[in-house]
T-cell receptor, first 114, second 111 residues
């Protein structure tokens, strides 16, 4: 398996622009997680899905953030409009629902908003 | 609420043994996990303890004491490539499958 695939790897955008981050989980994994990592706040869970259904989005910082999982093999995280404080590394991770908490993380998207 | 506390930095020399501690406070407890992250890389899963005691995987071992709300990761025969950040993680108030991560311990292995 190719692992969890995220795109793009790097994104530089101007404040106010829309940003869409993409994730393809490992085939067969039925849980998907979006995390954000910054020096100040560490790894924060934004939202997670089980069987394509959003379970908890309480970590989404503002209404500017939205996430979808239209099918088992694809998820997006959208920021509209983007702000400089959104600059971070965004990770997608997937796992089996009944696993021993072994997430597989993607390589991440480094987002810079200028 | 939920919190996991771990030291921010640890330094050790090649070939030595190092222990990274983690204390946690969670509303419910379903086990403690450990992840490794090299600079510029993604976190990778190392181990999971659901029950008290020691779990060994090669040079790495992880220990859990639920009564003390405490766990540690033990790294033996340290190698330069072990220089990385190490995170403890546990699920809690956001569901059994949603991990909250500690702030991470940066391990520097010196020659």
């Amino acid at each position: 398996d190719a692992g969890v695939i995220q795109s793009p790897r790097h994104e530089v955008t101007e404040m106010g622009q829309e940003v869409t981050l993409r994730c393809k989980p490992i085939s067969g994994h039925n849980s998907l997680f979006w995390y954000r990592q910054t020096m100040m706040r560490g790894l924060e869970l934004l939202i997670y899905f089980n069987n394509n259904v959003p379970i908890d989005d309480s970590g989404m910082p503002e209404d500017r953030f939205s996430a979808k999982m239209p099918n088992a093999s694809f998820s997006t995280l959208k920021i509209q409009p983007s702000e400089p404080r959104d600059s971070a590394v965004y990770f997608c991770a997937s796992s089996y629902f009944d696993s021993d908490y072994g997430y597989t993380f993607g390589s991440g998207t480094r987002l810079t908003v200028v | 609420g939920q919190s996991l506390e771990q030291p921010s930095e640890v330094t050790a020399v090649e070939g030595a043994i190092v222990q990274i501690n983690c204390t946690y406070q969670t509303s419910g407890f379903y086990g403690l996990s450990w992840y490794q992250q090299h600079d510029g890389g993604a976190p990778t899963f190392l181990s999971y303890n659901a029950l008290d005691g020691l779990e060994e995987t090669g040079r790495f071992s992880s220990f859990l004491s639920r009564s003390d709300s405490y766990g540690y990761l033990l790294l033996q025969e340290l190698q330069m490539k072990d220089s990385a950040s190490y995170f403890c993680a546990a699920p809690g108030s956001r569901g059994r499958r949603a991990l909250t991560f500690g702030s991470g311990t940066r391990l520097q292995v010196q020659p």
